[in-house]
T-cell receptor, first 113, second 114 residues
């Protein structure tokens, strides 16, 4: 079975500081991993995805994530936070049938000036 | 590319009533997914279509729920005899068959059952 655990339901950073959102996964098959962002009253937007190619994945808006099989982790980072990064972030893993996405509970990122 | 659209965006209904939601995927996308998101949780998979065929349903999709995609384009999700526990955001997503892992989500329909 596949599952995702996001560590920390709420992360607060100052503008310009490093953003680190943690995600650990469990998968009985080689995983595909994703990070999505959700702004208020908007749909989920794909930030980046890992599909068994390069372990360091670069996404939109300056975000990147590193797949670490030994740690079963796929943490999301951004070197310098911007006020516009404030949103809810979801980590997801593909289901075994390669159709459904299985999401974590989300992490709300707050950015203060 | 107009994106995935959903209608209505908000629905308030009384317990026991039936409701129907519509999803229009990105035009060339042959896969369509429905997810449900409750407060403080991530989206949970409900069902998916490849063209007009419903190929997978989760255990969350009780007998009161039915989804259709009759011509392989738009899809409807109907909930019969709504219960307060059905209150949630219902999300639709679509993708290409050959790039299933890139799912594009609509803005969702927020359902409140009183």
């Amino acid at each position: 079975a596949q599952s995702v655990t996001q560590l920390g339901s709420h992360v607060s950073v100052s503008e310009g500081a490093l953003v680190l959102l943690r995600c650990n996964y469990s998968s009985s098959v080689p995983p595909y991993l994703f990070w999505y962002v959700q702004y208020p009253n908007q749909g989920l937007q794909l930030l980046l995805k890992y599909t068994s190619a390069a372990t360091l994945v670069k996404g939109i808006n300056g975000f990147e994530a590193e797949f670490k099989k030994s740690e079963t982790s796929f943490h999301l980072t951004k070197p310098s936070a911007h006020m516009s990064d404030a949103a809810e972030y979801f980590c997801a893993v593909s289901g075994g049938s390669r159709t459904a996405l299985i999401f974590g509970k989300g992490t709300t990122l707050s950015v203060s000036s | 590319d107009t994106g995935v659209s959903q209608d209505p965006r908000h629905k308030i209904t009384k317990r026991g009533q039936n409701v129907t939601f519509r999803c229009d995927p990105i035009s060339e996308h042959n896969r369509l997914y429905w997810y449900r998101q409750t407060l403080g949780q991530g989206p949970e998979f409900l069902t998916y279509f490849q063209n007009e065929a419903q190929l997978e349903k989760s255990r969350l999709l009780s007998d009161r729920f039915s989804a259709e995609r009759p011509k392989g384009s738009f899809s409807t999700l109907e909930i019969q005899r709504t219960e307060q526990g059905d209150s949630a955001m219902y999300l639709c997503a679509s993708s290409l068959n050959g790039n299933w892992e890139t799912q594009y989500f609509g803005p969702g329909t927020r359902l409140l059952v009183l």
